[in-house]
């Protein structure tokens, strides 16, 4: 699946929202790819933990905050917490340098939220982890797909393999 649309767009997953999880939390598990690299500091994402099923913008004031996965072009990939009404994000944890995506080939990601924790992983290898970050501050149930930064169509994100499951 992709976003067939400019610029810095998002799609919300109403059909598998809210997200239940278990008394110990959740865990995202998805692939992303890109068809065509886009250049090294653009990004695409994912993004989760909304009260509503608002539309999720990169570089716009939110209606609801949440949290979202940056994955760069060039291989880092972030975390960052966003503010209802605030134009941008504070990331949460530290940038980890990863394998740069290859074209047209799919890497795996696992966002696993607890009561009081959040964490990021890059699975297609091993040892490319935020690490736990301790945040409570956002655990709504909507989520989605975000274009990021894109600003070529030829260079969207793709994601496929969407698994939802109790911790």
């Known amino acids: 699946m992709s976003i067939n649309a400019l610029p ?59 949290y979202h996965v940056v994955m760069r072009a060039s291989g880092d990939m972030q975390l960052y917490r966003h503010t209802a009404g605030s134009t941008t994000g504070t990331q949460i ?27 990021l992983r890059r699975t297609d290898s091993t040892g490319w982890t935020t690490g736990v970050i301790a945040d409570t501050t956002y655990r709504g149930g909507y989520h989605g797909l975000s274009n990021g930064s894109i600003t070529d169509l030829a260079t969207r994100p793709y994601w496929r393999n969407l698994v939802i499951t109790q911790l």
């Open 93 to 119: 944890g530290s940038t980890i340098a990863t394998t740069a995506p290859v074209a047209d080939t799919a890497m795996s990601f696992r966002i696993d939220v607890t009561p009081t924790t959040v964490e």
């Open 8 to 66: 810095n767009q998002s799609y919300g997953l109403g059909t598998y929202s809210p997200i239940q999880g278990s008394a110990a939390g959740y865990r995202i598990s998805c692939d992303m790819k890109y068809k065509t690299l886009p250049a090294s500091t653009i990004h695409g994402g994912y993004y989760f933990g909304k009260v509503s099923d608002d539309p999720y913008r990169f570089s716009t004031a939110n209606v609801s905050g949440g």
